[in-house]
């Protein structure tokens, strides 16, 4: 089964400061992995993905994530944080085979203090 | 913004009511997937259409269904409203391809009273 865990349910950092949201994902074979972020009342916006080739992807807005196929885990980072990055953000994880549909962590929510 | 939008906005229903949603896919996308997101949690995947074929179904009963038309818009059927159904209805629309990005809708806010 297909599973996504994001243990921390609320990351606080300082403006300036480097983030990291953590995601680990369970799946059969190997995944396509996305990270999405979601302002309030607002659908979900699509940062980054990792499909195949280099572990380390680079997206929107400066959001960039590494995937580890040993550790099972794809964290999201960013260098110097924004206030406006602060949002709830989504880990989703795709098998390469079976039903094309995305499987969501339950978000966390990040707060960047001025 | 994505180009993919959602019809209404927000949904006042009563328990045992119907109710349909609406979603208009991005252009150039042959593929709709709806996503129910309950209050503090993550999206869970309803069902998807691919070029008016359900193409996947997820964990929720027959009383959810859906269609797909011809230039590819799509629709959220919920009969016999429940309270547990309330939530943020949303819709991606993609090209159909496994490893196509998912664009997401701003969502319909459905209350159930």
């Known amino acids: 089964a297909q599973s996504v865990a994001q243990p921390e349910d609320q990351v606080n950092v300082a403006e300036g400061n480097p983030l990291t949201v953590k995601c680990t994902y369970s799946?059969?074979?190997?995944?396509?992995l996305f990270w999405y972020v979601q302002y309030p009342n607002r659908g979900l916006q699509f940062l980054l993905k990792?499909?195949?080739?280099?572990?380390l992807v680079k997206g929107s807005y400066g959001f960039e994530a590494e995937f580890n196929k040993s550790q099972t885990s794809f964290h999201l980072k960013k260098p110097s944080a924004l206030v406006s990055d602060s949002a709830l953000y989504f880990c989703?994880?795709?098998?390469?085979?079976?039903?094309?549909?995305?499987?969501f962590g339950t978000g966390t929510r990040l707060t960047v203090i001025p | 913004e994505t180009g993919v939008t959602q019809s209404p906005t927000h949904l006042i229903k009563t328990r045992g009511q119907q109710v349909t949603l609406r979603c208009s896919s991005q252009?150039?996308?042959?593929?709709v997937s709806w996503y129910q997101q309950a209050l503090g949690q993550g999206p869970q995947f309803i069902f998807q259409?691919?070029?008016?074929?359900?193409?996947g179904r997820g964990n929720f009963p027959p009383r959810f269904s859906g269609l797909q038309f011809p230039n590819y818009s799509s629709e959220l059927n919920v009969n016999a409203l429940e309270l547990d159904d309330s939530a943020l209805y949303l819709c991606?629309?993609?090209?159909?391809?496994?490893?196509?990005?998912?664009?997401f809708g701003p969502g319909t806010r459905l209350t159930v009273l």
């Open positions: 991606a629309s993609s090209r159909g391809q496994i490893t196509d990005t998912q664009y």
């Open positions: 799946v059969s074979g190997n995944p396509y």
């Open positions: 990792y499909i195949t080739g280099d572990n």
């Open positions: 989703a994880v795709r098998p390469q085979t079976g039903a094309n549909n995305l499987f």
């Open positions: 252009s150039g996308h042959n593929t």
């Open positions: 259409y691919y070029r008016e074929e359900e193409n």
